[in-house]
């Protein structure tokens, strides 16, 4: 999502392949499907992913799984403009034990919950989920993520005229592009 993200889709139906019956990997595939869906394909398609994925976490009985289906479900009513009930969604999965799901996944999550809070008009709130995405970002040691997160940070700090912090976080965010070899960051 954050190297090739026009590549997500189709690396989540080869997911769902792969994972042969295993119900928690296909609802990870389903996932990654669904997220490009959400964001460049047709709300039809999107809604038959977010389904697939639905099923396949309730077949899996998998707390990081159940967790992808609410971030999808949170994804669907942020389309439509329902950010207070997406940001509910997304709570939830932030209340999660640290152990359930993995710093990417996280990290995810808290991005999606910045940019509910930002939408709410809720600044403070989403420069602490920004910030926790950043966090979270670096827990996972993936620098295009980081690249994605600090950059995100760097536009909130703008936003709110903290120039001198925006500038620290997008150069974080240039740098971790750069080794990453991550230029959608860059467009971020």
């Known amino acids: 999502?954050?190297?090739?993200?026009?590549?997500?889709?189709?690396?989540?139906?080869?997911?769902?392949?792969?994972?042969?019956?295993?119900?928690?990997?296909?609802?990870?595939?389903?996932?990654?499907?669904?997220?490009?869906?959400?964001?460049?394909?047709t709300r039809e398609r999107a809604e038959a992913a977010h389904a697939l994925l639905c099923d396949a976490a309730a077949r899996a009985d998998d707390m990081a799984a159940s967790a992808l289906a609410r971030d999808s479900s949170a994804a669907r009513l942020?389309?439509?403009?329902?950010?207070?009930?997406?940001?509910?969604?997304?709570?939830?999965?932030l209340a999660l034990p640290e152990h359930a799901r993995l710093p990417q996944a996280q990290c995810a999550t808290a991005t999606a919950a910045a940019i509910c809070c930002s939408a709410l008009h809720r600044l403070d709130d989403a420069l602490r989920h920004f910030h926790l995405a950043l966090s979270l970002a670096h827990a996972s040691g993936d620098e295009a993520l980081i690249a994605n997160a600090a950059s995100n940070l760097g536009g909130a700090?703008?936003?709110?005229?903290?120039?001198?912090?925006?500038?620290?976080?997008?150069?974080?965010?240039?740098?971790?592009?750069?080794?990453?070899?991550?230029?959608?960051?860059?467009?971020?």
């Open 1 to 41: 999502q954050y190297r090739q993200p026009l590549r997500a889709a189709a690396i989540g139906a080869q997911m769902v392949v792969a994972a042969a019956g295993d119900a928690a990997t296909a609802a990870r595939g389903h996932f990654h499907v669904a997220w490009a869906e959400w964001r460049w394909g």
């Open 78 to 93: 942020r389309r439509d403009h329902d950010f207070a009930q997406s940001l509910s969604l997304l709570e939830t999965n």
């Open 157 to 188: 700090h703008y936003d709110v005229y903290s120039l001198d912090d925006a500038l620290a976080f997008c150069t974080e965010a240039f740098e971790s592009a750069e080794r990453a070899g991550a230029q959608v960051a860059w467009v971020t």
